[in-house]
């Protein structure tokens, strides 16, 4: 009872501290709102369907419920995979849509499907094939828009070959096949498996490995270039990823409007908090120019900004600043996206949201 009570008083001590912190920020910065400077008041929010600018225009596409991924073929066709809740009580239940555009940033070709709570609908694209994990079957509608399902061959499927066997096929695999990828798998009541799958003589096979082992979608080292964000790019030597540097987006300025501040709190195994932090923001716009061959988009964006440098910082003039969305996380406010070949750029301002930017023609 005794050491309950400390860790209450405890408790009650670090919200105390918490409160006088926020206090303290409100009179220390209060003076710092000001009056929006005559220059940034012709800056525009990006919430219209269609923003021109000089000779050029930013068109919205579409809204997604879960991030967007993308990716170019070889073509140089962009392939969109975007999905909508379907279900009214089930989070699980989404309709994915693929768009197929060409480097001149028409729309060419669509294709859909469903995933819910009663249908497992894993489907990834690799390199322009779009593979079914579950069903073993692939299309190459990405590539040359067949929608026609191509069966996979199916190797050990029940488990027939030896340990010695299995290593033994998987290392000619390694050796072998132009690219292969690796995907865990549950095998009821208590044990598990892994399917390979791998590319050779133009068609994709499907290995059956018994193992205890989690492997992911990244144990091949002929650099599989799976579904990713076109905005990122993937450090191969360390397998992460990191923001596409770019030099046509600048921030210039950060108009302030109100302060916020909020606690975080660890919790202990007793259920009573164990940790604090106290975090203070900046509720503002975020003033910034989008230069797109010459042309400058002048717009503006509601943002966080934190009191505190985090690991993610931008530069407006001599100043590092860091931004968010939410208390949460860090973010790059808004992404860019180019390529020579090219007829369009790509803007997001939202992971769950695309824009193109296309030159206008007369």
């Known amino acids: 009872m005794f050491w309950f009570i400390v860790l209450v008083i405890l408790v009650f001590v670090v919200l105390l501290f918490n409160w006088s912190e926020a206090i303290y920020y409100k009179h220390k910065i209060k003076n710092q709102i000001k009056i929006l400077p005559t220059e940034y008041e012709c800056y525009i929010y990006v919430d219209k369907s269609t923003i021109r600018f000089g000779d050029h225009e930013m068109i919205f596409l579409f809204q997604s419920s879960d991030p967007i991924k993308n990716y170019l ?79 996979m061959i199916i190797e050990n499927e029940n488990f027939e070959w030896s340990e010695e066997e299995q290593i033994a096929f998987f290392d000619v695999i390694k050796n072998e096949s132009i690219r292969f990828f690796t995907h865990y798998h549950d095998l009821q009541p208590h044990d598990c498996f892994n399917k390979i799958f791998y590319f050779q003589n133009n068609k994709w096979f499907v290995f059956y490995r018994k193992t205890i082992k989690y492997s992911s979608l990244f144990d091949s080292k002929k650099e599989v270039k799976w579904l990713y964000n076109l905005f990122d790019y993937y450090y191969t030597t360390e397998k992460n990823w990191s923001v596409n540097p770019f030099e046509n987006i600048q921030f210039v300025y950060f108009h302030k409007k109100n302060f916020e501040s909020h606690s975080t709190y660890g919790g202990g195994g007793s259920g009573l908090a164990s940790s604090s932090r106290m975090g203070a ?59 020579l070949a090219l007829e369009y750029k790509l803007f997001t301002k939202d992971e769950r949201q695309l824009y193109m930017i296309k030159k206008v023609v007369n």
């Open 73 to 151: 073929t070889a073509d140089n066709n962009l392939i969109v995979i975007a999905n909508q809740k379907i279900g009214a009580y089930e989070d699980n239940d989404l309709k994915y849509t693929l768009y197929k555009y060409d480097p001149l940033g028409n729309l060419i070709s669509t294709l859909s499907y469903e995933k819910t709570h009663y249908l497992v609908d894993d489907q990834i694209l690799i390199e322009g094939y779009l593979i079914h994990l579950t069903q073993n079957y692939y299309r190459t509608w990405a590539i040359d828009g067949d929608i026609s399902i191509k069966e």
């Open 281 to 339: 923001y900046w509720k503002g716009d975020l003033y910034t120019h989008l230069i797109v061959d010459g042309d400058t988009l002048k717009f503006k964006d509601e943002l966080l900004l934190e009191l505190s440098i985090s690991n993610g910082y931008f530069m407006i003039g001599d100043k590092r600043l860091s931004f968010t969305r939410n208390p949460k996380t860090s973010i790059t406010p808004f992404l860019y996206y180019s390529n």
